[in-house]
């Protein structure tokens, strides 16, 4: 027992750190310039963190001692192209934390439901105006946001089922060996006014920690229910300084007892309690991180919403990419930048939109040719198709001969074509324009161009008539347009929410064959060239129907005005082009295929039919032995039986036999050149067409 609290058993589950350590906690979030939190939000702080003497800076002894500040080893500075974050690293009891509402692969899910409560965010401003490191919220009643939670926690659980792995039995046997990382919000819910932390990084993980602990997701956010500690039935402590020791104390009583040994008949109580225990012990303490402070920085979408946002993303599509002067991505593409100025590869404007000195939308008067320049402009840098290009990224990346390229080039390239368009734009909503991952051939080969203009881009993609125009067309439009796909809230990647695990290129392969797929892309040009002209400064007006910030709906070969309440978001995206045999664009109204796609859909197919031809074949010869070796008096076929059979098998044969000559003609051959007079009329490579 301490000697402090003689009512505490000890344990391995952390208590609150003593009330006066907490009073000091929020002496020194006050005194620390880089801390913007106000007061309310410390004190809810201080109940997160543990171990608080080894983080804040003191001054006096005894009852004069007050904290002057945080240690400057305990706080790291976060640079985002929205400002600067400042994030407080420290242990935190596993019992700590809230699923994160606003996480951004959720959040619009959320507006684009009609049935779910939308919160309104503001940001929240100290006594002088500057911006508080909280985000606040206001819901009408509780109900509203037991709702809008119990939507959130089904989108955490269909992101789940995609996992390959089970995340809540690696945090019960192994702990948790990555930092999450959370920040504060402050609840406005009627006349009812609470802070708690969510978690900007670390959502999952939280939920399955509270999880072992025999806790609902939603005690973060709303409080313990008294009646879990024998209290009244529907009251709450919102305050974790009101019940955290009550439980933590129940948790350590148990921490040595064996839940086997205990019979449910015995005392159904300590089973329980001693299951909590032994399930939760692993993740009694974690590493953790708390975003303190805010700077912004100035530009237009300098607020805190924003900078969470990116740390958010960043966290889940491609590792951290601060956008400072060290990240390697960003310093690797101006390096290049600057070597194709040097080399007149690029004009004056193009190196000013790169390097973040000009808007993106001086590219070109029209919108939409601002945004297919700027993506040819990237790509003709980062993956180049010419000589001089494919030389000079070889020499600026420091990458080994084209042959020995592999997926770390790959992954590198498309980083630095990320940061690149990112930079250019001004800082997107999403930096996902390296969500469209190129394959390694392209980074050998360049990632090619029709070279059309926008309107003639558009025009050969919606074509009625297959051709090989109309592929390549398509191919590039949907290349062009995953920009303003991720600006559109549609999540590509494999990891998102959806649970949908196909490749970017999967997914655009099959959006592409479609009708559907090619207004989608449009649309979505559309989104990526609004994006710009704002970042630009510019009014945009827009276009009819379209409701502000989303992507509109398209079906059976028609955009959908007036369904606003279903936009092509995320899991839309999915269900409208699944996963067909074929890919012949799924449930949308499909184009009929050019030969050349055709060519490819068959020639990938190939391995799937030879193989399960050879599975049959197999399973037919296996068939007939095992047959044979049953043969026995009263056991064997007649003379008209096995005829018959053997009649079928040389049929089978035949049919096997029939593919031998089909397979040879599937090839171009030149002409033979060994007895002619090696003049140049005489090889006409290609010319011949296929017999």
Same mark, same amino acid.
């Given at each position: 027992?301490?000697?402090?609290?003689?009512?505490?058993?000890?344990?391995?589950?952390?208590?609150?750190?003593? $009330?006066?350590?907490?009073?000091?906690?929020?002496?020194?979030?006050?005194?620390?310039?880089?801390?913007?939190?106000?007061?309310?939000?410390?004190?809810?702080?201080?109940?997160?963190?543990?171990?608080?003497?080894?983080?804040?800076?003191?001054?006096?002894?005894?009852?004069?001692?007050?904290?002057?500040?945080? &240690?400057?080893?305990?706080?790291?500075?976060?640079? =985002?192209?929205?400002?600067?974050?400042?994030?407080?690293?420290?242990?935190?009891?596993?019992?700590?934390?809230?699923?994160?509402?606003?996480?951004?692969?959720?959040?619009?899910?959320?507006?684009?439901?009609?049935?779910?409560?939308?919160?309104?965010?503001?940001?929240?401003?100290?006594?002088?105006?500057?911006?508080?490191?909280?985000?606040?919220?206001?819901?009408?009643?509780?109900?509203?946001?037991?709702?809008?939670?119990?939507?959130?926690?089904?989108? $955490?659980?269909?992101?789940?089922?995609?996992?390959?792995?089970?995340?809540?039995?690696?945090?019960?046997?192994?702990?948790?060996?990555?930092?999450?990382?959370?920040?504060?919000?402050?609840?406005?819910?009627?006349?009812?006014?609470?802070?708690?932390?969510?978690?900007?990084?670390?959502?999952?993980?939280?939920?399955?920690?509270?999880?072992?602990? *025999?806790?609902?997701?939603?005690? *973060?956010?709303?409080?313990?229910?008294?009646?879990?500690?024998?209290?009244?039935?529907?009251?709450?402590?919102?305050?974790?300084?009101?019940?955290?020791?009550?439980?933590? /104390?129940?948790?350590? &009583?148990?921490?040595?007892?064996?839940?086997?040994?205990?019979?449910?008949?015995?005392?159904?109580?300590?089973?329980?309690?001693?299951?909590?225990?032994?399930?939760?012990?692993?993740?009694?303490?974690?590493?953790?991180?708390?975003?303190?402070?805010?700077?912004?920085?100035?530009?237009?979408?300098?607020?805190?919403?924003?900078?969470?946002?990116?740390?958010?993303?960043?966290?889940?599509?491609?590792?951290?990419?601060?956008?400072?002067? /060290?990240?390697?991505?960003?310093?690797?593409?101006?390096?290049?930048?600057?070597?194709?100025?040097?080399?007149?590869?690029?004009?004056?404007?193009?190196?000013?939109?790169?390097?973040?000195?000009?808007?993106?939308?001086?590219?070109?008067?029209?919108?939409?040719?601002?945004?297919?320049?700027?993506?040819?402009?990237?790509?003709?840098?980062?993956?180049?198709?010419?000589?001089?290009?494919?030389?000079?990224?070889?020499?600026?990346?420091?990458?080994?001969?084209?042959?020995?390229?592999?997926?770390?080039? /790959?992954?590198?390239?498309?980083?630095?074509?990320?940061?690149?368009?990112?930079?250019?734009?001004?800082?997107?909503? $999403?930096? =996902?324009?390296?969500?469209?991952?190129?394959?390694?051939?392209?980074?050998?080969?360049?990632?090619?161009?029709?070279?059309?203009?926008?309107?003639?881009?558009?025009?050969?993609?919606?074509?009625?008539?297959?051709?090989?125009?109309?592929?390549?067309?398509?191919?590039?439009?949907?290349?062009?347009?995953?920009?303003?796909?991720?600006?559109? !809230?549609?999540?590509?990647?494999?990891?998102?929410?959806?649970?949908?695990?196909?490749?970017?290129?999967?997914?655009?392969?099959?959006?592409?064959?479609?009708?559907?797929?090619?207004?989608?892309?449009?649309?979505?040009?559309?989104?990526?060239?609004?994006?710009?002209?704002?970042?630009?400064?510019?009014?945009?007006?827009?276009?009819?129907?379209?409701?502000?910030?989303?992507?509109?709906?398209?079906?059976?070969?028609?955009?959908?005005?007036?369904?606003?309440?279903?936009?092509?978001?995320?899991?839309?995206?999915?269900?409208?082009?699944?996963?067909?045999?074929?890919?012949?664009?799924?449930?949308?109204?499909?184009?009929?295929?050019?030969?050349?796609?055709?060519?490819?859909?068959?020639?990938?197919?190939? /391995?799937?039919?030879?193989?399960?031809?050879?599975?049959?074949?197999?399973?037919?010869?296996?068939?007939?032995?095992?047959?044979?070796? $049953?043969?026995?008096?009263?056991?064997?076929?007649?003379?008209?039986?096995?005829?018959?059979?053997?009649? !079928?098998?040389?049929?089978?044969?035949?049919?096997?036999?029939?593919?031998?000559?089909?397979?040879?003609?599937?090839?171009?051959?030149?002409?033979?050149?060994?007895?002619?007079? *090696?003049?140049?009329?005489?090889?006409?490579?290609?010319?011949?067409?296929?017999?």
């Amino acid at each position: 027992m301490s000697p402090r609290y003689p009512t505490r058993p000890p344990g391995p589950f952390p208590y609150l750190d003593a $009330l006066d350590w907490r009073t000091r906690f929020v002496q020194a979030g006050i005194a620390d310039p880089r801390c913007t939190l106000d007061q309310t939000a410390l004190e809810r702080l201080a109940t997160e963190v543990i171990n608080i003497k080894a983080l804040i800076k003191t001054q006096g002894k005894g009852n004069d001692m007050v904290g002057t500040g945080f &240690k400057d080893t305990a706080v790291r500075e976060v640079p =985002t192209e929205h400002g600067t974050l400042h994030e407080l690293v420290a242990k935190q009891a596993g019992l700590g934390g809230a699923i994160n509402q606003f996480n951004i692969r959720f959040a619009y899910d959320v507006a684009a439901s009609a049935d779910v409560p939308t919160p309104r965010v503001v940001p929240a401003t100290g006594p002088n105006g500057e911006q508080l490191a909280l985000l606040e919220v206001e819901f009408d009643s509780e109900q509203m946001l037991l709702q809008h939670l119990t939507f959130i926690e089904g989108r $955490l659980t269909s992101a789940e089922k995609a996992r390959k792995y089970d995340l809540k039995a690696d945090l019960q046997v192994s702990g948790q060996s990555e930092r999450a990382t959370y920040h504060m919000v402050r609840y406005r819910v009627g006349d009812q006014v609470w802070d708690t932390t969510s978690a900007t990084a670390g959502s999952n993980r939280t939920r399955h920690r509270h999880d072992l602990f *025999g806790l609902q997701p939603a005690v *973060g956010l709303l409080g313990l229910a008294q009646s879990i500690l024998g209290g009244p039935d529907g009251q709450r402590w919102r305050n974790p300084a009101d019940w955290r020791d009550r439980y933590t /104390t129940q948790l350590n &009583k148990h921490s040595d007892v064996d839940p086997e040994s205990v019979e449910d008949t015995e005392d159904p109580a300590k089973r329980i309690w001693a299951e909590r225990a032994a399930g939760a012990v692993q993740v009694a303490v974690t590493d953790a991180a708390f975003v303190i402070g805010y700077v912004p920085d100035g530009t237009a979408h300098a607020d805190f919403d924003a900078a969470l946002a990116s740390t958010n993303l960043r966290t889940h599509l491609r590792g951290p990419l601060d956008f400072s002067g /060290t990240n390697q991505a960003l310093a690797a593409g101006r390096k290049l930048v600057d070597r194709a100025f040097a080399d007149d590869a690029i004009t004056d404007t193009e190196h000013a939109v790169l390097t973040g000195a000009t808007p993106a939308a001086d590219l070109h008067s029209d919108p939409r040719e601002a945004v297919v320049g700027l993506v040819r402009l990237v790509d003709r840098l980062v993956f180049p198709t010419d000589t001089a290009g494919l030389k000079r990224v070889k020499q600026v990346l420091v990458e080994p001969a084209p042959s020995r390229l592999n997926s770390k080039h /790959t992954e590198t390239r498309a980083e630095v074509r990320g940061a690149l368009l990112t930079v250019a734009v001004g800082g997107v909503d $999403l930096p =996902t324009a390296a969500m469209d991952t190129p394959h390694q051939k392209d980074v050998r080969q360049g990632i090619a161009s029709t070279g059309l203009s926008a309107d003639d881009l558009i025009a050969a993609a919606s074509s009625n008539a297959p051709s090989d125009v109309r592929a390549a067309a398509r191919a590039e439009l949907a290349h062009l347009a995953v920009p303003g796909l991720a600006n559109g !809230k549609v999540l590509l990647g494999s990891y998102g929410s959806t649970g949908d695990r196909r490749a970017v290129s999967t997914k655009l392969a099959a959006a592409r064959v479609s009708n559907d797929g090619t207004l989608l892309f449009v649309e979505a040009i559309d989104a990526f060239a609004d994006v710009m002209q704002r970042r630009a400064g510019r009014q945009v007006v827009l276009r009819p129907g379209a409701a502000e910030g989303r992507l509109r709906r398209v079906a059976d070969g028609v955009i959908l005005t007036n369904a606003p309440g279903m936009p092509a978001d995320s899991e839309w995206f999915t269900s409208h082009w699944p996963v067909m045999d074929g890919d012949t664009g799924g449930s949308a109204t499909a184009s009929q295929l050019s030969e050349t796609e055709q060519w490819v859909n068959q020639l990938q197919a190939t /391995t799937g039919v030879v193989g399960r031809a050879e599975k049959a074949v197999n399973a037919v010869v296996d068939h007939f032995e095992a047959m044979h070796a $049953l043969v026995g008096p009263g056991r064997e076929m007649t003379p008209d039986e096995r005829e018959s059979w053997q009649d !079928k098998l040389d049929d089978l044969e035949q049919l096997v036999r029939k593919a031998g000559p089909h397979l040879r003609k599937l090839r171009y051959r030149p002409t033979t050149t060994e007895t002619t007079s *090696g003049g140049m009329d005489d090889f006409v490579f290609g010319a011949e067409k296929a017999e």
